[in-house]
T-cell receptor
Framework: GAGVSQSPRYKVTKRGQDVALRCDPI?????LYWYRQALGQGPEFLTY????????KSGLPNDRFSAERPEGSISTLTIQRTEQRDSAMYRC?????????????FGPGTRLLVL | TQLLEQSPQFLSIQEGENLTVYCNSS?????LQWYRQEPGEGPVLLVT???GGEVKKLKRLTFQFGDARKDSSLHITAAQPGDTGLYLC????????????WGLGTSLAVNP
């Protein structure tokens, strides 16, 4: 596709369940980022990849959160044993990662609601 | 501790007015970006500033990077209802320019 896509767009789950959020970046983009964004606020960095290598996961809140990008393209953010405080908009972005003035292109996000 | 402070947090003005949004930090950034986000959408890049003192113009929007590369401003002239949205600044630190530091955003409403 032309842009970054994410699925599902909305996810409602019960506390304690595991969820997997998918990001399909723009074709050819080297870097892929995961963010969490509260309503009306800026994105909160979670983790990012260059190709299939996870470069920085310092923003993951705890060990229930993990991410992978096994073939350097599609990425999955997994949240195990979900809690109500995990409810948020999860956004993915990708970039060509050339030089210092890269542009990050954001996907539409997955709205997660944990009941 | 918020590394990038944006002000004001909320702004509601009438069409035709001018406004300035500020992005301040005690840290030096190698580059700083401004994004605009509309409801239900992801942030979209407006501009990247790299050099201290740099000024960039995008139609009615003027962006400035502070001389010390610690702060930036966005000035909108003759605001229009289509300018309504969340304006975000994001800075890249030297040596780790892939991980952007984001401000909390300025929510702008331009009333007709």
């Amino acid at each position: 596709g032309a842009g970054v896509s994410q699925s599902p767009r909305y996810k409602v789950t019960k506390r304690g369940q595991d969820v997997a959020l998918r990001c399909d970046p723009i074709s050819g983009h080297v870097s892929l980022y995961w963010y969490r964004q509260a309503l009306g606020q800026g994105p909160e960095f979670l983790t990012y990849f260059n190709y299939e290598a996870q470069q920085d996961k310092s923003g993951l809140p705890n060990d229930r959160f993990s991410a992978e990008r096994p073939e350097g393209s599609i990425s999955t953010l997994t949240i195990q044993r979900t809690e109500q405080r995990d409810s948020a908009m999860y956004r993915c972005a990708s970039s060509l990662a050339r030089g210092t003035q890269e542009t990050q292109y954001f996907g539409p996000g997955t709205r997660l609601l944990v009941l | 501790t918020q590394l990038l402070e944006q002000s004001p947090q909320f702004l509601s003005i009438q069409e035709g007015e001018n406004l300035t949004v500020y992005c301040n930090s005690s840290s030096v950034f190698s580059s700083l970006q401004w994004y605009r986000q509309e409801p239900g959408e992801g942030p979209v890049l407006l501009v990247t500033v790299v050099t201290g003192g740099e000024v960039k113009k995008l139609k009615r929007l003027t962006f400035q990077f502070g001389d010390a590369r610690k702060d930036s401003s966005l000035h909108i002239t003759a605001a229009q209802p289509g300018d309504t949205g969340l304006y975000l600044c994001a800075g890249a630190r030297a040596g780790n320019n892939r991980k952007l530091i984001w401000g909390l955003g300025t929510s702008l409403a331009v009333n007709p």
